[in-house]
């Protein structure tokens, strides 16, 4: 009985203890760093995938049937216009134009003998010594004569422009490739046969495609005001070659298909690039750059403020009230270490980029200090 009444008092005294005692203190709401969005000028750039090619391409092929006797350019050297890449053995072709010469002396003289005839019987038909039947038929004949002076002429300008052909020359200057044929080839001009190619190499194209939905996208942006473009000569474009450094010269775009391909569903897009080191070769891939306009009220937050989820993304902003709420947003392009955020942002929205792990929506938080200075894009604030 004595040891159950000392239990009972040392209950009583623990729960007065318990009741007079202070409760623990309530926890502080957790600390987040945050930045105010502010609207500002954005460039638009989209980045895509893309092929170099030669500005100009020129397929140096036979254009008569002969035996290749001397090449007469370096293999992958640069050429001038008009200057010799091939020689064809010529003789053949010679004597076809010999052969023609002699036909027209021949038809001149024949000519020549009418044309007397006309002149004698033009006297003698106003004498009447001959009929007007014969002077006719000796007009006749001058004028077949005539003909065939001309005929003859025309074969021996076509037998020349063979004999020419012999000679193959550069049609456009730029950098010769592989000889197609090697000396003692016989080629042929019914079947064009290949000899080389010559290809420009400054300035380059680079060809690449966009999706229909994309430019869709940008004409309605344009409509709305959101997005200023400039006109297609001066939309400007950079390069980043298969090793990811930045190719230093800068381009443009000069062509913008208006069609849209059925099996991909993409417009055909050329950037041209000026290329005065030969860095760019045609079949070269690259990726380009191309600065689609200007938003002039973007915004732009840092990546890590950004939740990714199967349904889209979404940022966490604190309130007037320190409370937190998320906000769905639909982003555009990054740029360096920040999204371009299209919609769901409004100028002086405090978006939490620090302490996300910390917080759930409708949670009170507490304004930390920056530790450092903001971005252009997006400015610490304290509270």
């Known amino acids: ?24 203190p309530t926890p502080p709401p957790p600390e987040v760093q945050v930045v105010v969005a502010q609207a500002q ?14 500005v100009r391409t020129a397929q140096v092929r036979a254009r008569v049937d002969g035996i290749v006797e ?16 091939f020689l ?37 038909v106003q004498e009447q010594a001959i009929s ?14 005539e003909a065939d002076v001309a005929q003859t002429q025309a074969q021996l300008e076509s037998a020349r422009l063979n004999l020419s052909y012999t000679t193959v020359t550069a049609p456009i ?24 190619t010559i290809e420009q ?26 997005l200023k ?34 099996a991909t569903g993409t417009a055909a897009i050329r950037a041209e690039f000026p290329n005065p080191d030969r860095i760019l070769l045609p079949g070269q891939f690259v990726r380009a750059r191309i600065e689609v306009g200007v938003r002039p009220h973007g915004f732009a937050i840092p990546q890590r403020a950004v939740q990714l989820t199967p349904s889209g993304a979404n940022v966490l902003v604190v309130g007037e009230d320190d409370t937190v709420a998320a906000r769905p947003i639909k982003l555009g392009t990054q740029q360096g270490d920040q999204w371009v955020v299209l919609e769901g942002l409004e100028s002086g929205d405090r978006v939490i980029v620090e302490g996300l792990q910390k917080v759930q929506p409708g949670a009170r938080v507490r304004i930390a200090p920056a530790n450092q200075p903001a971005d252009k894009a997006a400015q610490p604030t304290e509270r």
Do not use: W
Not at 2 to 16: D, E, I, T, Y
Not at 70 to 85: F, M, P
Not at 132 to 145: G, I, K, S, V, W
């Open 132 to 145: 007007q039947q014969e002077f006719d038929a000796a007009l006749a004949r001058l004028r077949t004569a």
């Open 88 to 124: 064809i053995d010529p003789r053949e072709l010679r004597a076809s134009v010999s052969a023609v010469e002699a036909a027209l002396t021949r038809a001149l003289a024949t000519a020549a003998n009418a044309k007397q005839d006309v002149e004698r019987y033009k006297g003698l």
């Open 173 to 196: 200057a730029g950098r010769a490739g592989r000889a197609q044929v090697t000396e003692g080839a016989l080629v042929s001009a019914s079947a064009a046969t290949l000899l080389t």
């Open 201 to 226: 190499l400054d300035p380059v194209f680079v060809n690449f495609s966009q999706s229909s939905a994309y430019l869709l996208s940008i004409r309605r942006e344009m409509a709305a005001g959101t």
């Open 1 to 24: 009985m004595l040891q159950q009444a000392r239990r009972s008092g040392v209950a009583c005294f623990v729960l007065l203890a318990a009741c007079g005692g202070n409760a623990p």
């Open 229 to 262: 473009v400039p006109e297609l000569g001066k939309v400007a474009v950079t390069l980043l070659l298969e090793d990811g450094t930045p190719y230093k010269h800068p381009g443009h775009l000069d062509f913008l298909d208006l069609s849209i391909d059925q």
């Open 70 to 85: 001397r090449r007469l350019y370096n293999e992958g050297s640069d050429v001038k216009a008009g200057q010799t890449l």
């Open 41 to 54: 000028s954005l460039e638009n750039i989209t980045e895509v995938p893309g092929r170099v090619q030669a």
